[in-house]
């Protein structure tokens, strides 16, 4: 097998053009409410705050492209759309067609998102969104340099998608690792399913069914997710190949199970992406032709008995290394979590392990995989270097040599800074890190280019899903009528839609804000605000069908459980479920917990002191000045676009990019067999 990455190399880019293209679609409808002139966080008061001198001084303190928009006669509002624009124009192009899948086309997506991400606040500081600043800064090393070189495969793109393997390795284990330190009673008991279906943020109309699997199942289920998220990935550097398509396609299976029940937008979508770095172009049969030469190489090692002997006794080891690996994966998974079948819950699972030996081995694992990183990032940029040496012509290996030098170094560089976020999993590790090598991440810190990751480090939710409720009303007696979210839970008959890979921030944020107070979330006492004064921006981010048609005098907020309603269990016949599972009514049940928010009025002074205090409300309404016709263009297109659902926005963007490539390929061909033609003639 070969192991050229060209075409792994190009689906990675294309598929990165996809998530930028999602990325910046989902964010651009959601501007207007979210950080507009009457958005609930306005992106102008973070740079008014911060804004102490020239334009291009505050851009060195706090890079963004937000600093200059004023510059091209648009608002704070319109900026931020603008560069939205160019983001999803850039996708769109980089999935039409190799051309624009360069270096420069993703420096400026990445930079874009950067910007946006600098004023985005607590709307836009999720880990998918560090993660796609990430992974978008590797692409900046993977990509192409040239437009001449989009179709080549130099020798150092095994290094730069090694970095991708590596950002991926980190991802996945610290997911598993912080699940037990974080000592969560259900991780520890393997309960944490029985929760998690129905307490996510947005779950999928599936995750109910999940819900109703048997308890073992559930618990099967969480230890298997240990096993993803913990050793599995180690595999990812494994010099047998097929143990790391095995890893592949584990990882990608597990993605696709989240996707079918929790909306989490472009993130498992980024995942997967990620993934194709432990592939090789043999696995991509689909993608394009087998490289020739490397056909004509294999053909022509086997012409000679010396050489299949060689290849069945290399064959031989592999197997053998293969079913070691497995034998020892079942015994330690078999060992770790007790498994046996019993007639009771057909697969007992529970976690035989204590907090003191998973810390202790945790001292151990964290120190021996930076190692084995390290030990891995050499060896590729070796072979990297030897290829270079195979060029033919002295000036072809010189070249080629101190291209795999700079990125060789690019990627120590790389390597080292990720160890500071990456050591925090173990605090021994953490303070054996060269201060050099902190002093080098402390000073690209502010780039996102280097963090730490851990999902789900506690399950909340436990014992009902904690929800608000906004209700408004003409008098304190009633009657008070809830507002409807697009998607969140809320009426219990409803069960939310599959969204991803859009994201409604604002109906995250309402499930991060229901497991606190409303003091910590000053953008939900101003969404409260905006729902008095009638806000159509704001309303814009809710569901079209609301209860007023002029807006209530006052405004309340109300905490309750939700959980999913369940199905009888014990009932015996397949066709006695289906009927049982068709009569009931209602996805949710609730019960009332507190009053989370009182009830306000428009005018109220204590609501207007709070909002003042973080610059939002009717004492922070100054507009900003516009003038200029892309101003008024950016205006007007986004008056048309928010006509359309977001979903099927998106949609639209990614199959106009998907017919553009389709004519660009086809252009491609006619203009080879013209050229082919002439050449025969």
């Known amino acids: 097998m070969s192991n050229q990455q060209r075409l792994v190399k190009d689906v990675f880019l294309w598929s990165m053009a996809a998530i930028y293209l999602f990325a910046f679609g989902s964010l651009y409808v959601q501007i207007p409410g979210l950080y507009g002139e009457s958005g609930l966080l306005p992106a102008k008061n973070i740079l008014r705050r911060e804004a102490k001198s020239s ?32 983001g999803i124009c850039l996708g769109i192009l980089g999935i039409s067609g190799r051309a624009w899948r360069s270096f420069i086309s993703f420096l400026t997506m990445w930079f874009l998102y950067f910007s946006l991400y600098q004023v985005g606040q607590t709307f836009l500081w999720f880990q998918w969104d560090i993660l796609l600043l990430e992974a978008g800064f590797l692409c900046l090393l993977v990509a ?3 437009k001449a070189r989009v179709l080549s495969s130099p020798p150092h793109d095994s290094i730069s998608l090694w970095l991708v393997k590596w950002l991926l390795f980190r991802l996945m284990f610290a997911s598993g690792v912080v699940k037990l330190t974080s000592g969560c009673p ?53 010099p047998v190949r097929s143990l790391r398509i095995f890893a592949f396609y584990l990882q990608v299976i597990f993605q696709l199970l989240i996707i079918a029940t929790g909306n989490y937008n472009f993130f498992n979508l980024l995942t997967i992406v990620l993934c194709f770095s432990l592939l090789d172009d043999d696995h991509l049969p689909f993608f394009g032709e087998q490289n020739n030469d490397e056909a004509t190489e294999k053909s022509r090692h086997e012409a000679t008995g010396r050489s299949r002997h060689i290849q069945t006794i290399v064959w031989y080891i592999r197997r053998c290394t293969v079913f070691l690996v497995m034998f020892v994966l079942l015994y330690w998974t078999k060992r770790f979590f007790a498994m046996k079948i019993n007639g009771k819950d057909f697969i007992y699972t529970k976690v035989d392990f204590s907090h003191p030996q998973f810390n202790y081995a945790l001292s151990k694992i964290v120190p021996l995989s930076i190692w084995l990183g390290a030990i891995s990032l050499s060896f590729e940029i070796v072979r990297s270097l030897f290829r270079s040496l195979q060029k033919a012509g002295l000036s072809a290996k010189i070249y080629s040599s101190f291209q795999c030098s700079l990125v060789a170094v690019a990627a120590i560089w790389v390597f080292s800074i990720s160890l500071v976020p990456y050591s925090n999993l173990d605090r021994t590790t953490q303070q054996n890190i060269w201060p050099v090598v902190r002093k080098w991440h402390d000073q690209v810190q502010h780039l996102e280019i280097a963090n730490s990751y851990g999902l789900f480090r506690r399950m909340t939710g436990v014992g009902g899903r904690p929800e608000i409720v906004i209700e408004g009303s003409d008098s304190l007696d009633g009657p008070w009528k809830e507002y ?28 991060f804000a229901a497991l606190g107070s409303y003091q910590h979330n000053p953008w939900f006492v101003h969404l409260v605000y905006k729902l008095l004064e009638g806000d159509a921006d704001v309303l814009r981010l809710l569901a079209k069908e609301q ?32 009927r049982n599972v068709r009569s009931i009514k209602s996805c949710w049940r609730r019960e009332f917990t507190s009053e989370y928010l009182p009830p306000v009025t428009k005018s109220e002074p204590t609501l207007e002191q709070f909002l003042s205090h973080y610059q939002l409300g009717p004492n922070h309404k100054d507009r900003e000045l516009s003038s200029g016709r892309l101003h008024h263009f950016i ?20 199959f106009t990019g998907i017919i553009l490539s389709i004519l660009t390929e086809q252009k491609y061909k006619i203009s080879s067999a013209g050229n082919s033609k002439v050449h025969i003639d």
């Open 55 to 86: 334009s291009y001084k505050m851009f060195l303190q706090k890079p963004t492209l937000m600093w200059f928009v004023r510059d091209l006669g648009l608002t704070t509002e319109t900026g931020m759309s603008f560069l939205c624009i160019i």
């Open 144 to 146: 192409p340099k040239r």
């Open 186 to 238: 259900t991780w520890w008991g393997l309960t944490a399913l029985d929760w998690h279906y129905e307490s996510q943020c947005i779950p999928t109309p599936l995750a109910w069914f999940a819900h109703q699997l048997p308890n073992w199942f559930q618990k099967f289920s969480v230890a298997m997710t240990f096993v993803i998220e913990g050793p599995i990935p180690f595999l990812f550097f494994a």
């Open 484 to 511: 409807n979210f697009r998607y969140k839970p809320g009426i219990l008959t409803h069960c939310p839609p599959f969204i991803a890979p859009h994201q409604p921030r604002l109906d995250w944020q309402m499930w």
């Open 547 to 578: 209860p007023f048609k002029k807006p209530p005098r006052y405004v309340r907020a109300l905490l309750y459980k939700y959980h999913y309603t369940k199905v009888n269990k014990n009932i015996g016949s397949i066709g006695d479920f289906v």
């Open 635 to 654: 205006v007007y297109l986004r008056s048309k676009v928010l006509l359309v659902d977001p979903l099927r926005f998106l949609a639209y963007l990614f």
